[in-house]
Every structure is written in C-alpha cells, then in structure tokens.
C-alpha cells in the first residue's frame, strides 16, 4: 500500500508560480512506482498533467503544461513535486497525485491507470 499527501496549493496571480509536493508513505521506497499528478476543474473531467518514473526520472507532460510546469523526485524524502510557472487561469483546478506500480509507456496519461490517489489539492489563478 501506498498512501499518498499532496500539499503547496494556493491562490494566486496569472503568471506567479507554485510548487506542489506529494508525500508517500508504506513502503520504503518507491522503486519502480510511477507518481503522476493530474487535475480537475469543475465540471471537467480529470486530465493528466505529467508523470515521472520513480527509478530513471523519465518524465512526461502533457502538452498544456509544457515548458511551464516542471516534475521532480527527492529519492530521500519519498517526495515528487510538480513546480508550476507562469500560471494562467486556465490552470484553475483540484490537483492529484497519483502512484501505480510499472506504469505503462503507451498509457501512461490514463487516470485508470493508477491506483493509489492522493486526497488534492486546491490550486486558483485569479486574472
């Protein structure tokens, strides 16, 4: 079992940026396990926003968050973060980390794909 805290969300302004962190727990560590972070915006569906493997640090983006926001790990601290610059409105979302074990390179963007899932956190972008 893997439990999983996000933390950092805010409200700020268009083009400010923020650093959100997600904590695992149960396990000593992480090799292996794929952590992802999506969102969702009221009434939208939830949409992947990148993912990084635990073990090689290989990362992926979605396409809206490109050379905007940024996924690390700190291997120490069992920790990933997802540091978010220049922030748009459109951002505006309930942000999830999420942990799978041997996560798929072909469908790695699919929310099914993981099952174990943070509680979110609240992330605003006012104009």
């Known amino acids: 079992q893997v439990q999983l805290v996000e933390s950092g969300g805010g409200s700020v302004q268009a083009g400010d940026s923020l650093r959100l962190a997600c904590a695992a727990s149960g396990r000593p560590s992480l090799n292996y396990y794929s952590v992802a972070w999506f969102r969702q915006a009221p009434g939208n569906e939830r949409e992947f926003v990148g993912a990084i493997r635990w073990n090689t640090g290989l990362t992926y983006s979605a396409d809206s968050v490109k050379g905007r926001f940024t996924i690390s790990r700190d291997n120490g601290k069992n920790t990933v973060y997802l540091q978010m610059d220049s922030l748009k409105p459109e951002d505006t979302a309930d942000y999830y980390c999420?942990?799978?074990?041997?996560?798929?390179?072909?469908?790695?963007?699919?929310?099914?794909?993981?099952?174990?899932w943070g509680q979110g956190t609240q992330v605003t972008v006012s104009s």
């Open positions: 999420a942990a799978v074990w041997s996560l798929s390179s072909a469908t790695y963007f699919r929310s099914s794909e993981y099952n174990y």
